[in-house]
């Protein structure tokens, strides 16, 4: 009887090792490096756009984009966050850039800008 329990324990102190083990920290893969967007030439429409400015005003500049969509960021999945920047909106427009919203805080539907991107290969189709 004494040698089944001696060996109950041992299996048990091997599997807990081996679960310890398993969740031990790893070493994070390092991040990859950002897209640096190329800065709008002066003479192009895009480097009229600011950050801050609303969806309605973007299109007051450029015109009605090429192509938009939107998405959520992991934000939106954080309990009881009602911050900035649940969601996301982008214009797209061909042969420009994009140009990139993120949405207000709380229940607020309005959005501003985030970011442009520069890019003259812009296809002005959402991916």
């Known amino acids: 009887m004494m040698g089944r329990k ?6 048990l102190v091997v599997v807990v ?16 490096p950002p897209k640096v967007a190329a800065a709008p030439p002066a003479k192009s429409k ?9 969806p309605r005003e973007v299109e007051a500049i450029l015109g009605p984009p ?17 911050g900035r ?17 993120a949405g207000s805080g709380g229940w607020s539907q309005s959005a501003h800008v985030d970011r442009v991107e520069y890019d003259p290969h812009e296809s ?3 991916k």
């Open 124 to 126: 002005g189709h959402a």
């Open 6 to 11: 001696a060996l109950s324990v041992a299996v």
């Open 46 to 54: 895009l480097a009229k756009v600011q950050l801050g400015m609303s």
């Open 66 to 82: 090429t192509d938009e969509n939107a998405y959520v960021t992991g934000k939106a999945f954080i309990p009881w966050y009602f």
């Open 17 to 32: 090792a081996l679960g310890l083990a398993a969740c031990a920290k790893r070493e994070p893969e390092p991040p990859p």
């Open 85 to 101: 920047d649940r969601w996301r909106r982008a214009y797209f427009y061909k042969g420009v850039g994009r140009v990139v919203f």
